[in-house]
């Protein structure tokens, strides 16, 4: 292998003939720099012996090195080689540090709104529909239109989530101190909303110190002990009593919605959660036995009786689903739509997009303005058949198992199984009860059984 000393004139006239590959010229004054040139390229090469086999390198192109710069470069690859090293693996080394290096600058100049969205994604499906509803809203941007509840001369817009201005940092900014310092004012503002954030944060800061990503940028202690600095929750108490049935039902059932003032009612009537019942399908009424599968967050799913008024609303709810819309409003739709089908759910709502009853609070919020009773929210009405229910000396443990608490007591968790029937005894009775305060008549049953209905 011939070698002569690389100077400007020669690197520059080397050349590839048009009959070979590739032609190499070799440098005497540098063991291992060659100069491979290929039709219309030429490059600075390296290239030695590690424990007896070839190791070939390309350094770069003469518009990037020099001959000096491409010696310089051949003498570091050979004294790699003498160490016992294969450069080729000491240039990927160096490269995925570099990489890595980058990504970690990358990682720790962004906000942690990345890793709040990442965690979002990922325990989604751990949670219920609420629970990741409530970690979008804190952190949601603000700015969007409102909807639902304007009211004249009221702003239209809606505010950054309480936790916008915490997420917004690097999440190696969120420290002891501005944790603390964010809270201070929002505990004044609004500390049922701040009491909910500091937890969901706490729970959140948690998670980013297990994952190896975020392990290095984390404070997991930054909201360590910060709910003892807020007032204590309030016990709420708005409940429905005895004398106020006649009015709240006179004006529930006077609400034009029937889809909200069904619900409402049922809601008195069973004690569900407003999500279990606004949840409800019609596969899960069965009028045949008289029965309702309630999705649960307890057990996972509770039978309940169907009982007499609820089942009646029920059934009007059913005939105008399944009534098809007129002919006329059909024809006016595009062709490019699927056809009409009953909606499956109990408590339907054409203008959701989920198809179901999604926001009852302003409708039953007018009808208690009308009645002129008391604010009572949606979670009131179930606090109101628990408490309603001792009226007529119903056992603790029937409730609970109609309410879907789950049981507090080892004879409850272990040696009470009741059948539907003795549900049904105890929630009729309840039902008719609060019927004969608000002055309805209960429907009556036909032979002594409801008339039964078919649902699809």
Known sequence: MAKVRFTAGRVRDFTCPPDKKQVF?????????????????????F?????????????????????????????????TL??????????????AADVAKRALDKQEQATALVAWEHYIKVRTPKWSSRHKADHESMARIGGEEISRGRRAGMAAIKEPGILRPLLAQPLSDITRDRVAKWLQPEADKRPTRARLAVSLLATFLT????????????????CARMKQDLPKPQAKDDCLQREQLKLWFEHVKNIQNSAHSAYLQCLLLTGARREEMAGLRWVDVDFQWNSIVIRDKVEGTRTIPLTRYVAAL????????????????????????????????????????????????LSHNKALTAAGLPPLSIHGLRRSFGTLVEWVECPAGIAAQIMGHKPSATVEKHYRRRPLDLLRMWHTKIEGWILEQAEIAQPSPENGKLKLVTVN
Not at 207 to 222: F, I, S, T
């Open 314 to 361: 029920m059934r009007d709810l059913h005939r105008a689903n399944s009534k098809p819309p007129a002919v006329t409003q059909i024809n006016r739709k595009k062709t490019t739509e699927k056809p009409w089908k009953p909606s499956p759910w109990v408590f339907s709502s054409a203008s959701a997009k989920s198809g179901r009853i999604q926001e009852p609070r």
């Open 82 to 95: 003498d160490q016992g090293r294969d450069p080729r693996i000491v240039k990927a080394e160096i490269t």
């Open 47 to 79: 290239q030695g012996k590690l424990a007896g086999l070839a190791v070939r390198i390309k350094i770069g192109s003469l518009s990037t090195y020099s001959i000096d710069a491409a010696r310089e470069q051949a003498r570091t690859l050979k004294k």
């Open 207 to 222: 998670w980013c110190g297990d994952q190896p990503e975020y392990r290095a940028q984390v404070h997991a202690d930054a």
């Open 25 to 45: 010229l070799w440098d005497s004054a540098t063991s291992g720099l060659g100069l491979r040139a290929t039709v219309g390229s030429k490059n600075y090469i």
